[in-house]
């Protein structure tokens, strides 16, 4: 493979970031900074500077004496992206909420759940990940909020990795995704907030152990 000479460092931080997003680069994956300067044919200047910027998106990790690899899947870094995620859909829920926004929220909402029942029994693994995810980012993209919605993306590539990793060995709770999503919409749509925040917190709590408080879940 050969690539344009024309800003080489941003063109060979696209091909591996999309190489770990399409999972041809595993999870924990060692990076060969030598055999990756050969395939493109460049130096392993532009690639260390990819790499380092691949480092700050989080989606690699450099170790000394060991070199670079791609993330490494736990159950502690799967729950702290969860809580990330949630800090940011809970204030996203918040600012909706204050601006009036609810009515276009619950539209983006019901779209993207009505999209994930569609796909989930033929959608491959990938895909459906992607669809899910749509659900989370429908609360951030409706506050029409450039600084919130900058940082969701910066977290948005490790939630996904992990999110698929964590789908492939827990298919079966696709369904129960899909639920936790119909009653999350629910509860916005009958303006019960304070449920619909609890939900959330349910949500995203699954590797952390965390819970709604009794009384608070929806049957």
């Not at 000394?64 to 702290?80: D, K, Q, T, W």
């Not at 919605?149 to 129960?176: H, N, P, T």
């Not at 019960?192 to 709604?212: C, F, P, Q, W």
Request: with cysteine; aromatic share 6%; net charge negative.
């Amino acid at each position: 493979m050969t690539i344009q000479k024309t800003t080489i460092r941003e063109q060979i931080y696209t091909i591996v970031r999309q190489r770990i997003l399409s999972g041809e680069l595993g999870l924990g994956e060692k990076i060969n900074i030598m055999a990756l300067s050969a395939e493109l044919n460049v130096s392993n200047t532009p690639v260390r500077e990819a790499l380092s910027m691949l480092e700050r998106d989080g989606l690699i990790k450099v170790t000394p004496n060991a070199g670079p690899r791609v993330i490494e899947y736990s159950p502690e870094l799967f729950a702290s992206v969860e809580k990330a995620v949630e800090a940011l859909m809970l204030g996203a829920l918040e600012l909706n909420i204050h601006t009036g926004k609810k009515s276009a929220l619950c539209d983006m909402l019901r779209e993207a759940l009505t999209h994930q029942l569609e796909t989930h029994k033929t959608a491959p693994l990938h895909e459906y990940t992607r669809t899910s995810m749509r659900f989370d980012g429908c609360f951030i993209r409706c506050t029409e909020n450039d600084y919130l919605l900058k940082m969701y993306l910066e977290v948005m590539d490790i939630f996904y990795l992990v999110a698929l990793y964590d789908q492939s060995i827990r298919e079966e709770e696709r369904l129960i995704i899909i639920e936790e999503h119909r009653k999350i919409l629910r509860a916005i749509e009958d303006d019960r907030y304070e449920e619909a925040r609890h939900l959330i917190m349910k949500h995203y709590g699954r590797m952390n152990g965390d819970s709604v408080p009794e009384g608070k879940q929806t049957r």
